[in-house]
Structures are given as structure tokens and as C-alpha cells.
């Protein structure tokens, strides 16, 4: 199983830093500077030692719905033997968006979004529940996002 990364320690700086990005991740590094007292290069150095050592991500989050992806859902799997396999074939799916290895009813959760109610057929039946050691599937379709944030902010 893959050892989980060391945990990067974060000063306050590092972490104001990730706070203003989650609010805005388009804010001008000379924006961020002046908010958090450094110049606009040791923020883009530290944007950069931050990025690079995958703290965070910067990108674009998209509404589903707008970019041609009329169905989402999530799927709950239980697995025979040896999540790690199973986990990495999903997490190399292009329509899989999100996934975790849990504890309780399943063992490993996936958020995918796909073009339609076909495409989300297909996917389970061809290529999710054909995976060597999936024992079961469990779909939850999405039919309202009520509530998705990243500002979560730091501890």
C-alpha cells in the first residue's frame, strides 16, 4: 500500500497564502504580497515550493452541467482482497473525478461525471465493475448540488 506523504509543516505566512488563493486563486501575487507583508517574488516562490510539493492545486472549477456533463454520482464499492489496484484502475479513469479509500460500508468511494445516463451505464458495466476484485456497487446519482467549496482554509 502506498505510504501517505509527510506532512509539510506550514507557517503562517504559507498558510495566509493558501487561505487568499482558496478565496481567489486568480488574486496578482503583488495582490497577496501586500496582504501578507512579503514582495510579489518570495510569494510566487513560496505559490511555487507549495504547488510543487502538493500542497494545493490552482485550477479552474467548472458547474458540470454547463460544460456538457448532464449526470453525476457517486459510487460506493466494496472489493475483495487488495484496494490498491482497484483504487489505482479508478483513479486512471478520465470520468472519475474523486477518489478515496474508507472505512465502513464501502471501502472505496468514487465522484464521476459523465456526459449522460449512457455514459454512467457504461462506465459501471464496462469498466468499474469489471475491475478484478470489485465485489459490489452502490450508485448515487446526483440530482441537485446544493452546497461545493474549497475554503476550507488551514490549521
Not at 510566487?44 to 492545486?57: P, S
Not at 456533463?69 to 483504487?87: H, K, N, S, Y
Request: aromatic residues 6%; proline residues 3%.
Amino acid at each position: 500500500m502506498q505510504k501517505p506523504a509527510p506532512e509539510v509543516k506550514l507557517d503562517d505566512v504559507s498558510k495566509a497564502i493558501i487561505e487568499l488563493l482558496q478565496d481567489d486563486g486568480r488574486q496578482a501575487y503583488a495582490t497577496i504580497a501586500k496582504r501578507v507583508g512579503l514582495s510579489e517574488a518570495a510569494v510566487r516562490q513560496r505559490v511555487q515550493r507549495l504547488l510543487d510539493q502538493e500542497v494545493m492545486q490552482i485550477v479552474a472549477v467548472t458547474d458540470p452541467l454547463q460544460v456538457g456533463f448532464r449526470r453525476q454520482a457517486m459510487i460506493g464499492i466494496r472489493v475483495d482482497g487488495d484496494l490498491t489496484p482497484v483504487a489505482d484502475a479508478l483513479t486512471a479513469m478520465d470520468e472519475v473525478a474523486y477518489v478515496v479509500t474508507t472505512a465502513g460500508s464501502f471501502d472505496i468511494l468514487v465522484e464521476v461525471v459523465c456526459e449522460d445516463d449512457d455514459d454512467l451505464l457504461q462506465l459501471l458495466t464496462g469498466s468499474i465493475r469489471t475491475l478484478p476484485g470489485v465485489q459490489s456497487t452502490e450508485t448515487f446519482v446526483y440530482l441537485k448540488l446544493n452546497k461545493q467549496h474549497y475554503n476550507w482554509g488551514t490549521r
